[in-house]
T-cell receptor, first 114, second 109 residues
């Protein structure tokens, strides 16, 4: 069965510091991968998605970036965090673009920028 | 633009039935999904509808009317553990999920 991991689970970082969040998927190959952010009490905001190694699409212009160095690894980064980057970061995967394919989420990383 | 509307919050009683509505306007339609999200946790997949009608899965059912741009999630025999947010999402013509803000469901004894 497929499993998706994210780490760290929680993170407190000062403004201006760098960020690296990692997501890995097990039990599948060539997944579509997604990074979402959820502000407190709000819906999901799609940040990046990837359909393959080195292929990244950005949905929201901001100080975040994403990379996919391996088939089942997706990394979210920032060189300098802003207060507004605080939120719940979720990685998700799906196995292709078929209509019925749901996205499945990792446990998330709660980021607080102070 | 693309838009998904859901009520912000609903309250129901343990053992009762509740219906959570979702209306959508999207560029294309490739299915509608419902997710459950407990406080502090990631969303988990509940149901998928692509054809008009009702899909039943245990205590949960989901209905879709594509002509009306409307769906609902029906929860029967409510339990305290059903207290959560319920997210409606539509897969658009680019196969991307467009998300509603979610409905917070509060269950009272």
């Amino acid at each position: 069965s497929q499993t998706i991991h994210q780490w760290p689970a929680t993170l407190v970082q000062p403004v201006g510091s760098p960020l690296s969040l990692e997501c890995t998927v097990e039990g599948t190959s060539n997944p579509n991968l997604y990074w979402y952010r959820q502000a407190a009490g709000r819906g999901l905001q799609l940040l990046f998605y990837s359909v393959g190694i080195g292929q990244i699409s950005s949905e929201v212009p901001q100080n975040l970036s994403a990379s996919r160095p391996q088939d089942r690894q997706f990394i979210l980064s920032s060189k300098k965090l802003l207060l507004s980057d605080s939120g719940f970061y979720l990685c998700a995967w799906t196995s292709g673009r078929e209509e019925s394919r749901a996205q499945y989420f990792g446990p998330g990383t709660r980021l607080l920028v102070l | 633009g693309q838009n998904i509307d859901q009520p912000t919050e609903m309250t129901a009683t343990e053992g009762a039935i509740v219906q959570i509505n979702c209306t959508y306007q999207t560029s294309g339609f490739n299915g509608l999904f419902w997710y459950q999200q407990h406080a502090g946790e990631a969303p988990t997949f509940l149901s998928y509808n692509v054809l008009d009608g009702l899909e039943e899965k245990g205590r949960f059912s989901s209905f879709l009317s594509r002509s009306k741009g409307y769906s609902y999630l029906l929860l029967k025999e409510l339990q305290m553990k059903d207290s959560a947010s319920y997210l409606c999402a539509v897969k658009d013509s680019n196969y991307q999920l467009i998300w509603g803000a979610g409905t917070k469901l509060i269950i009272k004894p």
